[in-house]
């Protein structure tokens, strides 16, 4: 957890940052404004000359010209905040707990970090495109590799687009040879492979599907177990378990650490639980009965 002295370096280093990146849009929209204001005169002027319908159409064009530029000003200003939050904060947070617990976790923001494990574990459509917000690698108590990734995963577009999950997934190595999947709702979309649901005494809470050339007594019930503890902990969220040959996927939704970008000790110290209760997740699911 954060000290008072640690929250004031921080907050700091933070303000420093944050208002150079503001700079910078402030500089894009006092140019855009004054352009706008060039071009909406221009079209006036030759407006006095022109005859219908070509005057009609100045104030639509204005008016286009208008909403391009608030659409800039409420998505710089809106996600200015939000990337230094996890450029900095979070990578704050990282830092302490990987001097805390004495691990190596590696932390990225890189949008363009690869991210083919949807395609892999069939949790959603593959139609989906990935939205990374940030990235962590590192390995597991038993010494397993994970991912970890705050995300959104979204198909279609424009009017038709939907948001699949928002939040966080982890994949990891296991050492079975069971395919099953075990989610809150929703079914399985992995390619070229059929599932079979399977009947349980929690069918209320989630469902359970294994691959229709398996039997039923090749369910892991400790997969069933593990998620129905993890759902338990989570009050209105949604949890999808992926299970295939020799990897471990996991996903629940919604997840926003952006929800504390406001800079204070409370919340730099909630960031610090969740990135702890992340961890701590990874490693449940790589227990070695799994």
């Not at 221009?42 to 407006?47: D, M, T, V």
């Not at 597991?140 to 979204?154: R, S």
């Not at 395919?179 to 390619?191: F, S, W």
């Not at 969220?237 to 000790?265: C, D, M, W």
Request: hydrophobic residues 35%; contains cysteine; glycine residues 4%.
């Amino acid at each position: 957890m954060f000290s008072e002295s640690e929250y004031e370096y921080i907050l700091s280093e933070y303000t420093i940052i944050h208002n150079e990146k503001m700079k910078i849009h402030k500089k894009i929209s006092i140019i855009l404004i004054i352009g706008l204001f060039a071009i909406v005169a221009s079209l006036y002027a030759l407006g006095f000359t022109a005859k219908e319908p070509a005057n009609v159409s100045i104030p639509v064009y204005s008016g286009i010209l208008m909403v391009v530029l608030l659409i800039y000003l409420m998505f710089s200003y809106g996600t200015g905040s939000s990337k230094a939050f996890y450029e900095f904060t979070v990578k704050k947070v990282i830092d302490k707990y990987n001097f805390h617990m004495e691990l190596n976790l590696k932390y990225s923001t890189d949008k363009k970090t690869k991210f083919p494990h949807n395609n892999n574990s069939g949790i959603f459509s593959r139609y989906c495109r990935p939205n990374i917000r940030m990235y962590i690698k590192g390995r597991t108590v038993e010494d397993k590799e994970f991912e970890l990734y705050e995300l959104a995963l979204i198909s279609g577009n424009g009017k038709n687009q939907t948001t699949h999950m928002n939040g966080v997934y982890i994949v990891l190595g296991n050492n079975t040879k069971v395919i099953e999947q075990v989610r809150t709702n929703g079914r399985p979309h992995l390619k070229g492979t059929n599932y079979s649901r399977i009947e349980t005494d929690t069918d209320y809470e989630y469902r359970v599907y294994l691959k229709e050339d398996m039997v039923e007594r090749d369910l892991n019930e400790n997969y069933k177990d593990l998620f129905s503890r993890v759902m338990r902990d989570s009050v209105k969220q949604k949890g999808y378990l992926s299970v295939i040959e020799n990897e471990t996927h996991f996903a629940i939704h919604p997840f926003k650490l952006n929800k504390y970008r406001k800079l204070t000790l409370e919340n730099l110290n909630i960031v610090y639980d969740k990135i702890k209760w992340l961890i701590e997740l990874v490693d449940e699911l790589s227990i070695k009965e799994f």
